[in-house]
């Protein structure tokens, strides 16, 4: 028997395989063995900084990276700047970069998705302690159109733009 989901209060049902969302992941050839995905789609978070936060904690473990976003959230550490650092003050902490921001909305959606992430591996039976950031990405998603009226008629446009956000842990040897 399929399983259908109503939609909307007439009598359309749909199959679920027609409602699920058609996107996939960007990495492929990965081990379904020792690695685990999450995504975040449609954030209200800006992707310029989400983009910064993702090459942040790259590579990091598990811990690490969740210490670092909360410790980020409470504007304790700053993220380094690699691109769009034109006027970015210098920020305490930074090793390698000189500018650098506190993008809490960013590190707070980031986070969110890397709890989802180890709630997949827990779910697999990974072993948590030896997980690893080998893939974090964030893209520019959808745009939210609004437009501000003004004097004589005239309209200012405010769009937001949403962000996706994907996640792969890899478990990988004591260390």
């Not at 449609?42 to 989400?50: G, I, L, Q, V």
């Not at 969740?66 to 210098?90: G, I, M, N, S, W």
């Not at 993008?103 to 959606?109: D, I, L, R, S, T």
């Amino acid at each position: 028997m399929a399983n259908f989901i109503n939609h909307s209060a007439s009598v359309d049902w749909k199959p679920v395989a027609e409602v699920m969302p058609k996107w996939g992941y960007s990495t492929m050839g990965l081990d379904p063995e020792t690695t685990v995905r999450a995504s975040g789609r449609e954030f209200r978070a800006s992707p310029k900084s989400a983009r910064e936060v993702c090459s942040a904690i790259k590579g990091m473990r598990l811990d690490d990276a969740k210490d670092f976003l909360q410790q980020v959230t409470e504007k304790r550490k700053a993220v380094p700047l690699r691109r769009h650092k034109k006027k970015v003050p210098h920020r305490h902490g930074l090793e390698k970069f000189y500018a650098g921001r506190y993008p809490v909305g960013a590190a707070q959606k980031v986070l969110e998705v890397l709890e989802n992430a180890e709630a997949n591996a827990l779910y697999k039976g990974l072993d948590v302690e030896n997980l690893r950031v080998v893939h974090v990405s964030a893209y520019p998603g959808m745009k939210i159109k609004r437009y501000i009226p003004r004097a004589f008629g005239r309209t200012t446009p405010r769009f937001e733009t949403l962000c996706h956000i994907e996640i792969v842990l890899e478990q990988r040897g004591a260390t």
